[in-house]
C-alpha cells in the first residue's frame, strides 16, 4: 500500500502540491506564534525608570480592594488618593521628601508627548545637567533632549517659558522639568513621593495608612507611567496571534479537505480499478488515509522549518508595529514545534477523512465509466454536516439575539462566528451552485453564438467543480466582509450615538488631564450669548455583582443636573435625567441593578464607598453608555469638559470667540458641533487593525494557493472537451475566451455566495444593535471586497488561461483519446 501511495503521490504531485503549501504555511504560522507566544510568557519584569535611582517611592491609595467569599477583588483606581498629609509629616522626620507630580505639556515645536515633573525629582531617574542650570523661578524649564536649546523662549499651553538648561534623552519620557513651586501650582496634587530614608523605618511610618504602599527595587516601576503597558501590550498581541492561529487551522483544513474531495471525485475510476482488482473498500480508504499522512508528514516538519527562520522576523515586526515591547524577541523553546507539527498532522488527517470514507464506497462499475457526467454532488453526509452548521449558526444567533445581544459586538464573537456559516456555506455550495450560475449567464446564453450557451451548460454541469473552484473565493469575501464591515459597522454606531447624545452647539475640552481651574469654569459661565453651561469630569464608579465581579464603568460627573439635560440627550429607557442630585445615579441596562428607585451600593474613582439611588437607566448601547454622577461624588477630579448651548437669536460666532477668549489661558479647545463629532469618530485601534489585516493576508493568501491549485486539477477534467471543441472546428482564441468566462462566472459565483454570508453575519450584528437601541445601518466594505474578487478573478483566469494553453498544445485528435 505504501509503494502505491507514494507512487500516487509521484504522479499526481499536481494534484496535492496546493494541500502541501497551505498546510506548510500553516504549520509555519503555528510554529512561529507558538514562539511568540512561549517568548511573552518568559517577558522580564520592567525595571525602574523614572525612579531608579530613588531610594524608597512611597505612593499613596491606586487600587480598590473589596473583599468577597470568593477572595478580594481588586481594580485599579481612576482617582488614585494622595498620601495623607499626616504620614507625609512623619516621613519629613526621617528625611528628605520629595513631592512627585507629572501633567501634560503642549509646546510649540516641541515634542507631542512632553510631560511635566518638578526639578526636584531630576535626581531620581537620574537626570544630569549637560547644558545651562537647573530651573529656579517661575517660567524657567529645563527640557530633556535637542529640541530647545539654553536661551530660547518656548510658547506653551501653559505660558512662555524660557529653556535655561537641558538634559540627556533617557528614552522612556520627553521630560519638561520646572522649578517645585511652579510644579506645585500647576498640578497642586501629589499622589507619590520619593523619600530618602531607610526602607524599613518608612514602612513603620506608614503602617497602618489604607492603601499607602511603600516600593522598593523592582517595584519601583510601578511609580512609573503606565508600568503595566508591557503586559498589556503582550495580552494583546496574544490575543493576535490566537486569531491568527485559529484561522490559519481553519483555512488549512477547508483547503486540505476541499482539495482530497476534489481529488478523489476526479480519480473514482483509478479507486473503481482497484475495486476490479479485488481491493477492498477499508484498503482503499487507507490508501487515501496514507496519503494524507505523508502530505501532513512532510508538510508540517517543512512547516516547523519556515517557521523556525520565520519567527524572528514576525517579532521584529510585531515591535515595529508597536504591538509588544521594544525588548521583545525570540527565545529557545521547542514545545511550539511539537504543538505545530502534531497539529498540522492532525489538520492533514482530519481533512482526508471524509474524502477517504467517499474514496472507500468507489465500486467496481467505476472503471467503466468513460463520460465525465457527474454524479450526485450532495452526499448524506454532506448534507448532514452542511444543515448542522447551519442550524447551529442561525440557533445560536438567535439565542444569543434573545439572551445577550451585546455578545455580538464582541471582537472574539465578529471573528469566530463567520466560520460557522463559512463552513455551512461551502458544504452546501453545490445547492445553489447550478440556479445561481444560470441565472447569473440568462443574458450571455441568450446573445447570438454559442460562447453564452457553452458558459452556461459547462458551469452548471461541472456543479463539483464550480463548487470546488467558488469556494475559496467564498471564504476570503465572506471573512473579509464579515470582519471589515462588523467593524465598520461598529464605529460608525458608535459614531450615531454620539451624535444622537450630542445636543451642544460647542464643546470645551482640557488640553490635559489636568482639568479646567475653578476661575475657567466661572469665565465660561459668564460668557454671554450661552443657554446652558454643562461643566463635567472623567471619573469612574465600581459595583459588585452577583457578590464576586468587581466592575468598573467609566463614569461623568456633572455640577448642574439641569444643564446635563439642555445639553445631551441621554438615551433613557426611564427616570430623568434632572433628577440626578448628590445621593443618586444614571446607570445603564447593563448593571445587574437598573431599576428607578433601587439602591447600588458602590465605590467611587478614589474608592470611597457609597450607597446611591438610581434616579434614571439608560439603554446599554454598544457599550459607551456610562454612568453619571454629580461633582460631589467624583473627588479630585477636576472638569475636563464645558458642553455649551447657544441662546436663541445669539449670535453662535461671537459666543464661540468669546468661549475661546475664556478658556485659552488654560489651554482649552473650543470645538462647534461637527467638528466635536469628527474628533470623537470611533477608530480601528493599531492593535485591531493588525490583527484584522493579518487574519485578511492570512485568508487571501490561502485563497490564491487554493484557487491556483483547484483550477490546474479541474483543468485536467476539461481535456476531453477541449479536444471536441477543436474538433468541432473552435479556434485556440476562442476557447480561451470560453474558458476566460467560465472562470469569472465562477468567480462571481463564490463572490455572491461570500455576500450571503456577509448579508446574515452583517444581519445580525444590526439586529443586536437595534435592541440595543443604536442606531445603525450595516456597512459593507465594497471597495475592499471589490479588491478582493477582481484579485481572485485575476488568479483564476490567469491560472486556467495558462493550463488551457499548455494542454491545447497537442493537436486536437491526439487530444480525444487521452485517458482521464
Known amino acids: ?53 530613588a531610594p524608597v517611592v512611597v505612593r499613596g491609595q491606586d487600587t480598590l480592594r473589596v473583599p468577597t467569599p470568593v477572595g478580594d477583588r481588586t481594580e485599579r483606581l481612576a482617582r488614585p488618593r494622595a498620601v495623607p498629609a499626616a504620614t507625609v509629616a512623619g516621613l519629613r522626620r526621617l528625611g528628605r521628601v520629595v513631592e512627585d507630580r507629572s501633567f501634560t505639556v503642549r509646546a510649540e515645536g516641541g515634542p507631542a508627548d512632553l510631560v511635566g515633573h518638578p526639578w526636584s525629582t531630576a535626581a531620581f531617574a537620574p537626570y544630569r545637567i549637560d547644558a545651562g542650570r537647573a530651573p529656579r523661578a517661575a517660567g524657567e524649564v529645563v527640557v530633556s533632549g535637542d529640541w530647545a536649546a539654553p536661551g530660547e523662549r518656548v510658547r506653551t499651553d501653559r505660558g512662555v517659558v524660557r529653556v535655561v538648561g537641558t538634559v540627556p534623552d533617557r528614552g522612556f519620557e520627553n521630560a519638561v522639568f520646572y522649578a517645585d513651586t511652579e510644579a506645585a501650582r500647576l498640578s497642586p496634587v501629589s499622589v507619590q513621593l520619593a523619600v530618602d530614608a531607610d526602607a524599613s523605618a518608612v514602612r513603620d511610618a506608614v503602617r497602618g495608612t489604607t492603601g499607602v504602599r511603600v516600593l522598593t527595587g523592582d517595584d519601583r516601576r ?94 521584529a515586526w510585531v515591535v515595529d508595529e508597536g504591538l509588544a515591547p521594544a525588548w521583545f524577541t525570540i527565545g529557545a523553546h521547542t514545545w511550539p514545534y511539537h504543538l505545530a507539527f502534531w497539529t498540522g498532522l492532525c489538520v492533514a488527517l482530519a481533512g482526508v477523512v471524509a474524502a ?119 471564504v476570503t469575501v465572506a471573512l473579509a466582509g464579515s470582519l471589515l464591515g462588523a467593524t465598520a459597522t461598529l464605529n460608525e454606531a458608535g459614531a450615531a450615538e454620539t451624535r444622537e447624545r450630542t445636543a451642544a452647539d460647542f464643546v470645551v475640552t482640557a488640553a490635559d488631564d489636568g482639568g479646567f481651574d475653578a476661575r475657567t469654569v466661572d469665565r465660561l459661565r459668564a460668557v454671554p450669548g450661552t443657554a446652558a453651561v454643562a461643566p463635567s469630569s472623567s471619573t469612574a464608579v465600581y459595583v459588585l455583582e452577583d457578590g464576586v465581579a468587581l466592575i468598573r464603568s467609566d463614569a461623568r460627573a456633572v455640577t448642574d443636573p439641569a444643564a446635563l439635560a439642555a445639553t445631551t440627550r441621554l438615551p433613557l429607557t426611564a427616570g430623568k435625567a434632572s433628577g440626578l442630585d448628590d445621593g443618586s445615579i444614571i446607570v445603564n441596562e447593563e448593571w445587574e441593578r437598573h431599576s428607578v428607585g433601587e439602591r447600588v451600593r458602590v465605590w467611587l474613582g478614589d474608592g470611597t464607598e457609597r450607597t446611591l439611588r438610581i434616579t434614571a437607566v439608560m439603554a446599554t448601547g454598544t457599550g459607551d453608555n456610562g454612568v453619571y454622577v454629580t461633582s460631589a461624588n467624583a473627588p479630585g477630579a477636576p472638569v475636563d469638559r464645558v458642553d455649551v448651548t447657544v441662546a436663541a437669536g445669539a449670535d453662535a460666532g461671537a459666543v464661540a470667540e468669546a468661549l475661546r477668549a475664556a478658556a485659552g489661558p488654560a489651554g482649552g479647545q473650543v470645538s462647534d458641533r461637527d467638528a466635536w463629532l469628527a474628533s470623537t469618530h470611533p477608530g480601528t485601534t493599531p492593535t485591531s487593525r493588525a490583527g484584522i489585516l493579518l487574519v485578511l493576508g492570512i485568508a487571501l493568501l490561502y485563497t490564491g494557493i487554493s484557487l491556483v491549485n483547484t ?69 459593507v466594505p465594497w471597495t475592499a471586497l471589490t479588491g478582493i474578487v477582481v484579485t481572485c478573478a485575476a488568479l483564476t483566469v490567469t491560472t486556467s488561461l495558462l493550463t488551457t494553453t499548455l494542454s491545447l498544445r497537442p493537436r486536437a485528435v491526439e487530444l480525444s483519446g487521452v485517458r482521464e
Request: glycine content about 10%.
Open 711 to 779: 483550477t490546474v486539477m479541474a483543468a485536467s477534467d476539461r481535456v476531453r472537451d477541449l479536444a471536441a471543441l477543436r474538433l468541432a472546428g473552435a479556434t485556440r482564441a476562442q476557447i480561451l475566451r470560453l474558458i476566460g468566462a467560465e472562470s469569472l462566472t465562477v468567480v462571481v459565483v463564490g463572490a455572491v455566495l461570500g455576500l450571503v454570508v456577509v448579508g446574515l453575519e452583517l444581519a445580525g450584528l444590526g439586529w443586536a444593535l437595534r435592541l440595543l437601541s443604536v442606531p445603525s445601518t450595516p456597512d
Open 1 to 53: 500500500m505504501l509503494t502505491v501511495t507514494l507512487q500516487t503521490l509521484r504522479t499526481r504531485w499536481a494534484t496535492f502540491t496546493g494541500s502541501f503549501v497551505a498546510l506548510s504555511l500553516g504549520v509555519a504560522l503555528l510554529a512561529a506564534t507558538g514562539l511568540a507566544l512561549a517568548s511573552s510568557r518568559d517577558a522580564p519584569d520592567r525595571v525602574p525608570e523614572r525612579f531608579a535611582a
Open 222 to 315: 510601578y511609580a512609573d507611567a503606565d508600568p503595566e503597558r508591557d503586559g498589556e501590550a503582550l495580552t494583546a498581541m496574544n490575543a493576535l496571534f490566537g486569531t491568527a492561529g485559529g484561522v490559519s487551522a481553519f483555512v488549512s483544513v477547508f483547503v486540505v479537505a476541499s482539495t482530497f474531495a476534489f481529488a478523489v471525485a476526479q480519480r473514482r475510476r483509478e479507486f473503481g480499478l482497484l475495486r476490479t482488482a479485488g481491493a477492498t473498500p477499508g484498503q482503499v480508504r487507507r490508501t487515501v488515509l496514507a496519503e494524507g499522512l505523508v502530505v501532513g508528514v512532510l508538510a508540517s516538519a517543512a512547516g516547523c522549518l519556515l517557521g523556525a527562520y520565520g519567527a524572528p522576523h514576525l517579532a
Open 356 to 474: 477517504s470514507w467517499r474514496a472507500g464506497r468507489t465500486a467496481p462499475t467505476q472503471a467503466l465509466r468513460e463520460a465525465s457526467v457527474e454524479t450526485r454532488a450532495m452526499t448524506p453526509g454532506r448534507w448532514l454536516c452542511g444543515g448542522g452548521l447551519l442550524l447551529t449558526a442561525l440557533v445560536t444567533l438567535a439565542v444569543t439575539l434573545a439572551g445577550d445581544p451585546g455578545d455580538l459586538l464582541h471582537r472574539k464573537t465578529y471573528v469566530s462566528r463567520p466560520m460557522l456559516l463559512i463552513s455551512a456555506a461551502a458544504l452546501l455550495a453545490p445547492v445553489p451552485v447550478r440556479p445561481l450560475t444560470r441565472l447569473l449567464t440568462w443574458l450571455p446564453a441568450r446573445l447570438p453564438g454559442a460562447a453564452g450557451l457553452l458558459v452556461r451548460e459547462n458551469a452548471a454541469a461541472g456543479t463539483r467543480r464550480t463548487a470546488a473552484v467558488a469556494a475559496p473565493v467564498l
